[in-house]
């Protein structure tokens, strides 16, 4: 399965994981808030008919360190033989009680904990009840960590679990991408011979028909096999896709590529075309070999895609400069031209599959460009577009480079393809 596809089954799991372990969660935070809200109410509730009972019977049935009668008669507060808490008890709500002969509760917080009091007139007198909700408050921050470390228990047991549903649920996708890849692969393996021929085939009639004199439908015989081409060249490309992404951890180390026999060899091919378009094509390489591990036949596609992409969109007197250098670790290929470009607001877009950038005309960036990105990035490499409307465009492709040095043969074939560049003739069959 390719690298993407990977990531995406990838991401699928997580997301899944995650959406159980959430929803679980979230269940666990709602039962344990009902909980924690119902035990509050409850407490809440003994607490006031505690301080009712209170005040109208002198006494508490709560534990006696935790509660307080106090009773006032308009001169002398008599507290009973348990001592009252600092700050008890409430004189101004004494005072208070006992001149609009009204009933005021309120709650207080000292010493650490908190008080609930109720203050009410009884006959001729005024009693005030304290109670002391510090059992209570321990029992709400002992269900808080009971809860809080069942809920920690719980979400970490529900996102295992969505992670393993979420494997299975997503193994069929897993499946079906690996299906369409050999789908693709087969279907394009199949279709490449009958395309093939019938390109052939196209060929022959439209050379028997120059030499013959019956060129009345020549033009129609050309576009024929202009249509057959690009239709082998999608073919081919879905082909090299497919296998790109065909087991790429189980496939043998790749020979280094003499990348800069390579970029010459492409460069050297299309020379004779940027003549007839009258556009400049230069050429700037190290004078050495420059080893890249990977497959060749991919990396060429790369550079001459790009480079044929560079030439469809130069017009006459423009201008394509091919660049190659070594970095530290890396080699880079970077062909600019001075076409008609493209906004560079599509440029993360470009390499999308299919993608047309708003205002771009004719200009579609089709399967070419997203091929070429999967193979680039098959390489452990990375591909950059810049373009600018009316100005040109540059397309930079980097790549990390091999230790094992380039053979004899590399390098003599190197200066074969940059003397053929030099004379400007069409040996490019030659070199490839």
């Given at each position: 399965m390719e690298a993407a596809e990977q990531a995406i089954v990838r991401r699928a799991r997580l997301r899944i994981g995650l959406l159980i372990g959430l929803v679980i969660g979230a269940l666990l935070l709602l039962a344990g808030g009902i909980s924690y809200a119902v035990l509050v109410r409850s407490q809440e509730a003994q607490i006031q008919r505690e301080l009712t009972w209170g005040t109208e019977h002198g006494t508490i049935a709560g534990p006696p360190a935790c509660s307080w009668i106090f009773q006032y008669d308009g001169t002398t507060v008599r507290t009973g033989t348990n001592p009252p808490p600092p700050g008890f008890p409430l004189s101004g709500a004494l005072e208070t009680v006992a001149a609009t002969r009204t009933t005021e509760t309120t709650t207080v917080t000292r010493n650490g904990t908190t008080?609930?009091?109720?203050?009410?007139?009884?006959?001729?007198?005024?009693?005030?009840?304290?109670?002391?909700?510090?059992f209570q408050l321990s029992d709400r921050w002992h269900l808080l960590l009971a809860f809080s470390l069942a809920a920690t228990v719980g979400l970490l047991a529900a996102m295992l679990t969505g992670v393993l549903v979420g494997r299975r649920a997503v193994a069929p996708l897993a499946e079906a991408l690996t299906r369409q890849r050999r789908f693709v692969a087969d279907a394009s393996h199949e279709l490449r011979t009958p395309i093939a021929q019938v390109h052939t085939r196209a060929q022959l009639i439209a050379q028997r028909a120059r030499y013959?004199?019956?060129?009345?439908?020549?033009?129609?015989?050309?576009?024929?096999?202009?249509?057959?081409?690009?239709?082998?060249?999608?073919?081919?490309?879905?082909?090299?896709?497919?296998?790109?992404?065909?087991?790429?951890?189980?496939?043998?180390?790749?020979?280094?590529?003499?990348?800069?026999?390579?970029?010459?060899?492409?460069?050297?091919?299309?020379?004779?075309?940027?003549?007839?378009?009258?556009?400049?094509?230069?050429?700037?390489?190290?004078?050495?070999?420059?080893?890249?591990?990977?497959?060749e036949s991919a990396l060429r596609r790369v550079a001459g895609e790009l480079l044929a992409n560079a030439l469809a969109h130069t017009p006459a007197g423009g201008r394509i400069d091919v660049t190659l250098r070594a970095a530290d670790n890396y080699a880079e290929i970077m062909i600019a031209d001075t076409g008609e470009g493209f906004d560079q607001a599509d440029a993360r877009r470009i390499f999308d599959r299919f993608h047309r950038g708003a205002g771009s005309g004719d200009r579609r960036f089709g399967l070419g460009l997203a091929l070429l990105q999967e193979v680039v990035t098959s390489h452990h490499g990375t591909i950059e577009a810049e373009g600018h409307p009316g100005r040109g465009a540059r397309f930079t492709v980097r790549l990390p480079t091999a230790q094992t040095p380039i053979t004899r043969g590399g390098a003599a074939r190197f200066s074969n393809a940059v003397l053929c560049l030099r004379r400007r003739s069409g040996c490019s069959r030659d070199l490839r």
């Open positions: 008080y609930h009091v109720r203050t009410e007139a009884r006959g001729d007198k005024v009693v005030q009840a304290v109670f002391d909700a510090r013959d004199g019956t060129a009345t439908n020549l033009d129609d015989l050309e576009r024929l096999i202009g249509t057959t081409r690009r239709l082998g060249e999608i073919v081919d490309d879905l082909l090299l896709s497919a296998r790109l992404a065909a087991a790429p951890n189980n496939r043998a180390p790749d020979p280094p590529v003499d990348l800069t026999l390579l970029v010459a060899t492409t460069v050297a091919a299309e020379t004779e075309r940027a003549a007839e378009r009258q556009v400049a094509l230069t050429l700037d390489t190290p004078g050495d070999p420059l080893p890249v591990p990977g497959v």
